[in-house]
């Protein structure tokens, strides 16, 4: 049976625990700004996908893939700790696209502004010229 509230106060918690334990806890000289920006718990509570971001460059971006994937034992370790649960789910960590995501939604919006600046700027020249510019649903 599956308990969504309690998978949910399981990730929270994890995502607590991990967070804490990165900032404080590892010397692994390749974890680079690592921030945790989610956690997924299944609904069995056996696993958990643990989604960050990594503020730098492709290298450090992979350096820093490389010393979670290292550490992740010793993570699932202090999850076990400092969780109530009889069993300690294993842990995976996915690198979340949200930087990648945004840089796209904002390039889009960027070329949307711009297309709709010329399409104005094409109706203002054709009303100077005297040529009736259809609206919007209007035929």
């Given at each position: 049976m ?5 998978a ?15 900032e ?13 920006t ?34 992740t034992?010793m ?8 969780i109530?649960s ?5 842990l ?5 696209g949200?930087?990648e ?8 919006l ?16 054709g ?13």
């Amino acid at each position: 049976m599956v308990d969504e509230a309690r998978a949910r106060k399981l990730a929270d918690r994890i995502k607590v625990i991990v967070a804490k334990k990165l900032e404080r806890g590892i010397k692994d000289p390749r974890i680079g700004f690592v921030t945790i920006t989610d956690v997924k718990v299944t609904g069995d509570l056996q696993h958990a996908s643990i989604f960050y971001t990594v503020y730098g460059t492709d290298e450090e971006r992979a350096d820093s893939a490389a010393a979670l994937k290292s550490a992740t034992g010793m993570l699932r370790t202090e999850v076990g700790k400092n969780i109530t649960s009889r069993l300690t789910p294993s842990l995976e960590f996915i690198a979340d696209g949200i930087p990648e995501n945004a840089k796209l939604i904002d390039s889009l919006l960027t070329e949307a502004r711009n297309r709709d600046a010329e399409v104005e700027t094409l109706a203002r020249e054709g009303l100077d010229l005297g040529i009736a510019v259809p609206r919007l649903g209007q035929q």
